[in-house]
């Protein structure tokens, strides 16, 4: 096709226009098509779960024993192992993060910079599924050495490899919060006498506090929401406790447990994928929408 | 102010700086016992063999081809239909686009589906894919599920690429008497086309490593042929990975090491294309 005719034929044809702007408009319904498909399915299947488990009884019921013969679906154990095990990935990835963005922003050099930054990306490129084995053959034997009594699977392994791998995250985020800080800021902090430890505390990172909260929120995010690392190395028992060194089982290790198990369709135990799956949802959509309102809210007045 | 405090002042920001960089060095420590670990296990196993044998219950014959081509299969279907819709869609978000509230919540919307936990889109490919539409455990619905999954990423790296374009580029054109496709097609898309083809290679990436959402959809851990066609059922090398480091013999974790060893690879390619793309469009561009 060459060139030419098509310019001749365009003034004849508005219609050929008009045509490419309403499969472009279709395309991006298509993205919007997507969310309504997540809220339908989860929304959908879960009123069926929920008509035959109280909803009471799956926000605050204790025990979570889908295969029992009298079963239980108290969702709390499982929520309370997502919060074990990205509490925990925050306690790694919180301050590693922000004190790598504080390196690479206030004390790195360009050269420095344009090394270390990629290879810390690179930690995020990793598929989850090499994170589990390197939880399950190199940290877990290392944590059971350290402390006697760690099970083979146990919360903090998972803490730990999750923390490595939201990382980047934080640094990433963060360190472009903390880039936008205008220079004329540093320049005035250092000009009184201040050194750069206190510019960097006291200055850069009270400036570009929006940009760093929101960072944690949505690293925390990206923590409930692993899989594999989780399922791999956190195990599959539903524990409802703080024990870091003990077995639990989370949202998304449970989805992969039944999953794996293949429920037959129209059963409780399937349902229950959609009504967890759901409750993961709402729990990292609610996250991600807090980081951007951080972001638009405490956005910095510096011009 | 003492000489005293002003020494104290100094050492405490020496040691801020070293703990500073001790942090960012920690995750590169990560980074490399990681890769040490994997390396250090399953280079053995390694060998042309297993990447051209099938899945084994004796772990000395499994080979990772069947994953493979599973991979190639459903990432190049994912490609498929992701790529033209993604682009169609941020084109039209930032080329086209009225500034309406719908427009605006479609924005907004696409920001929130990349951050959605990828196994949530395993649960809607298992319920519209694979049952709804009555797709099974194949190809086509794990490829469909994973399109759903790069496609808010691929959209957003592309509204990137495309607002990087001048816009003295656009207005030449329309002064030219172009229309609103031609300029599109001809000055924005060709301009913006490395930053796409980057943002794809790394959006696929992604869904080359993914496990969860496919483990869903019903790729198993044990599938001793290729895929012939987009109908067939179908293994991919993480759910693969996955299938033999949950096997209590120590054989089998070596050959997951050897089967991570051959993914990082796949995706150490993939990534070092992507910089170099981008590295020579930006040096292009800076002449």
């Given at each position: ?255 992969v447990q039944v999953s794996l198990g293949e429920a037959a369709q129209g059963t409780v135990v399937y349902r229950s994928l959609f009504a967890v799956g759901t409750t993961l949802f709402l729990m990292t959509l609610a996250m991600n929408l807090l980081s951007q309102w951080v972001v638009a809210r405490f956005r910095p007045e510096i011009r | 102010m003492s000489e005293h405090r002003r020494r104290r002042r100094r050492a405490l920001g020496g040691a801020f700086a070293a703990v500073c960089a001790a942090s960012t060095l920690l995750g590169l420590l990560a980074l490399g016992l990681l890769i040490g670990d994997v390396l250090l296990d399953g280079a053995s196993q390694l060998d042309t063999d297993f990447l051209t044998r099938y899945a084994s219950r004796v772990p000395e014959q499994a080979g990772v081809r069947a994953a493979l081509a599973g991979s190639a299969w459903v990432v190049g279907l994912t490609a498929l239909v992701s790529f033209p819709i993604s682009v169609g869609a941020a084109v039209w978000l930032e080329e086209y686009a009225p500034d309406r509230w719908t427009t605006r919540a479609l924005r907004t919307n696409v920001a929130n589906l990349a951050g ?172």
């Open positions: 096709m060459s060139a030419r005719p098509d310019l001749s034929r365009r003034r004849a044809t508005g219609r050929g226009e008009r045509l490419i702007e309403v499969f472009l408009a279709g395309c991006a319904g298509v993205t919007g098509l997507a969310t309504l498909g997540v809220l339908v399915v989860l929304l959908g299947h879960s009123v069926a779960f929920f008509a035959e488990v109280p909803l009471g009884a799956f926000l605050f019921g204790t025990r979570w024993e889908p295969m029992f013969e009298d079963p239980r679906f108290g969702v709390l154990p499982l929520v309370s192992g997502s919060l074990l095990v990205a509490g925990g990935a925050a306690l790694v990835a919180l301050p590693t993060g922000v004190l790598s963005a504080i390196f690479l922003s206030e004390y790195a050099g360009p050269r420095a910079r344009g090394v270390l930054k990629p290879l810390l990306e690179v930690l995020a490129g990793i598929p989850t599924v090499v994170y589990g084995y390197f939880a399950l053959t190199f940290v877990t034997p290392l944590l059971r050495t350290l402390v006697p009594g760690t099970g083979v699977f146990n919360a903090a392994s998972a803490s730990l490899v999750v923390g490595v791998m939201i990382i980047p995250t934080v640094a990433s985020l963060s360190e472009d919060a903390m880039r936008a800080v205008p220079d004329s800021l540093r320049a005035a902090s250092l000009g009184l006498g201040a050194t750069r430890m206190e510019t960097a505390v006291r200055v850069v990172v009270p400036s570009a506090v929006s940009g760093i909260v929101a960072s944690f929120v949505l690293g925390v995010s990206r923590a409930l929401g692993e899989t594999m690392a989780v399922t791999i190395a956190a195990g599959s028992l539903p524990n409802l406790t703080l024990d870091p060194f003990s077995s639990v089982q989370t949202m998304t290790a449970y989805i | 959605v936990p990828s196994i949530v889109y395993g649960i809607l490919g298992l319920a519209v894919f694979v049952r709804a539409l009555g797709l099974g455990h194949s190809v086509l619905s794990g490829a469909l599920t994973l399109a759903l999954l790069v496609m808010p990423i691929l959209v957003l790296t592309t509204q990137e690429a495309i607002r990087a374009v001048p816009s003295t580029l656009r207005e030449a054109a329309y002064a030219l008497g172009a229309t609103r496709w031609q300029v599109v097609s001809r000055q924005v898309l060709p301009a913006a086309a490395p930053g796409i083809l980057t943002g794809t290679i790394l959006a696929l990436s992604r869904a080359v490593g993914e496990t969860a959402p496919l483990i869903l959809v019903g790729a198993v851990g044990f599938v001793a042929f290729s895929p012939s066609g987009p109908l067939d059922s179908f293994t991919v090398l993480p759910v693969q990975i996955f299938g033999w480091i949950t096997r209590p013999q120590p054989e089998f974790r070596a050959l997951a090491a050897a089967g991570i060893i051959v993914l990082l690879t796949l995706l150490l390619l993939a990534n070092s294309a992507a910089i170099l793309l981008r590295d020579r469009h930006s040096a292009r561009n800076a002449r």
